[in-house]
Nanobody
Framework: VQLQAFGGGLVQAGGSLRLSCAAS????????MGWYRQAPGKQRELVAT???????NYADSVKGRFTISRDNAKNTVYLQMNSLKPEDTAVYYC???????????????WGKGTQVTVSS
């Protein structure tokens, strides 16, 4: 199973970016999916999660600015980021709880991360 993230880049404060992350491989089902971020010198932190049924959860710092969504048919999770601030600068990682076709219990998988840089 692999998770591949796309959409990072450099944007000015107040701008928008949309991240996407597609899961591929021997997937039977995907439970929760989410986005985390890690800024230089800081611990990785939760940004947003979404269950298979569409229930969402956001960090307080991004509520009202970021929107997480998913396309179950495409095994893809998205993060629409609006009103970006310099403090949103970080490497963004996608995460998914996936049950593979091998019959093993679900496991968490991580993508490699995509850099988001917000200039002031």
């Amino acid at each position: 199973v692999q998770l591949q993230a796309f959409g990072g880049g450099l944007v000015q404060a107040g701008g928008s970016l949309r991240l996407s992350c597609a899961a591929s491989g021997s997937i039977y089902s995907i439970n929760a999916m989410g986005w985390y971020r890690q800024a230089p010198g800081k611990q990785r932190e939760l940004v947003a999660t979404i269950t298979s049924g569409g229930t969402t959860n956001y960090a307080d710092s991004v509520k009202g600015r970021f929107t997480i969504s998913r396309d179950n048919a495409k095994n893809t999770v998205y993060l629409q980021m609006n009103s970006l601030k310099p403090e949103d600068t970080a490497v963004y990682y996608c995460n998914a709880n996936i049950r593979t076709r091998g019959g093993l219990p679900p496991m968490y998988y991580w993508g490699k991360g995509t850099q988001v840089t917000v200039s002031s």
